[in-house]
């Protein structure tokens, strides 16, 4: 596998994300969302992860799409104004160990979150693979949010990207959340993915227990479903590492959200583990600081 495929490969990879079809569809509305949490509730009770978060994948012929449904401890009224605005969502995102970049331009209807996307260590903007994705609120009540994301390409031919947020509160301390994650893809990109999976992600494995082993251990889910497990699983814990810092004052909130999005990865090492800790604050900080010094230069422009 060549270098240029590998890291073409290796970036599909990083915003590959599968779907929860065994789940309610999206509800798109706060009363078909507290039916999707009745309808979950006993797994939700009951699951591997030991807490109300529900994860599951499935692969279509040409597309791969997915959810996450989860009780966070947060009051609606923190969660709702949190996950509203680019500047929000670059904060959020940028946590994730491949998110290079996040850049917002516009003004609603037409915001645009421009994406970067890369490798697992420190590389040029340049060598990293941008994404521009048009941002709106669907809905934005006093019992209900929806954010969605959309971008019509992605890399190796990829495209039709659709990242959608939603909330509703349970009571006056716990939100419920779903996050779904979806995209179609060609022949190029299935080529690049079963090189990669057959080659640096070979023991890589994801959440869903698909048998069991001769000593009686768990066989977990592998391949395409394997890798958008796992990064269904990061990007959620970046939802919940952004809102638990919102109560640490504004000048720690960046440190901590960083510390905690590490140590609920590092819970999972088996499926999740890819770097020790103070190489990944390292690199997040430079990152962060790039991204920052970035959008202050495009608001002098503006201005």
Known sequence: MNTTLRHLASVLACVALASVFAAPAFPQDAGALRAAHAQ????????????????????????????????????????????????????????????????????????VLTLVVGRKFDQPL???????????????????????????????????????????????????????????????????????????????????????????????????????????MRYYLAVEAYLGALAAPPAERLEKRLRDWFTAIEKHPLQLHEMERDEYLAMKRREVQRQQALAAGAAVKVN
């Not at 699951?47 to 012929?61: A, H, I």
């Not at 190796?156 to 509160?169: F, H, K, N, S």
């Not at 690049?192 to 070979?202: E, K």
Request: aromatic share 8%; charged share 20%.
């Open 126 to 232: 340049t060598d990293a693979h941008k994404m521009a994705f048009r941002y709106s609120v669907p809905a934005a009540t006093a019992d209900y949010l929806r954010v969605k994301m959309a971008a019509e390409n992605g890399p190796l031919g990829t495209r039709d990207y659709q990242i959608a947020v939603e909330a509703t509160p349970l009571d006056a301390k716990r939100t419920f959340i779903h996050l779904s994650y979806s995209y179609s893809y060609g022949m190029a990109a299935r080529v690049a993915m079963q090189a990669y999976l057959s080659t640096v992600a070979r023991d890589k494995v994801g959440f869903s227990v698909v048998g069991q082993g001769d000593s009686g251990q768990p066989v977990y889910v592998g391949g395409l479903r394997g890798v958008a497990e796992r990064n269904t």
């Open 40 to 111: 979950l509730r006993e797994r939700l009770a009951n699951n591997p992860f030991k807490r109300p978060l529900v994860l599951e994948s499935t692969q279509g012929d040409v597309s791969l799409k997915g959810e996450v449904y989860a009780v966070v401890e947060q009051p609606f009224a923190v969660v709702s104004p949190a996950l509203q605005g680019t500047a929000q969502w670059c904060d959020l995102l940028i946590l994730h160990l491949n998110v290079k970049h996040c850049g917002a331009t516009g003004a609603a209807p037409a915001e």
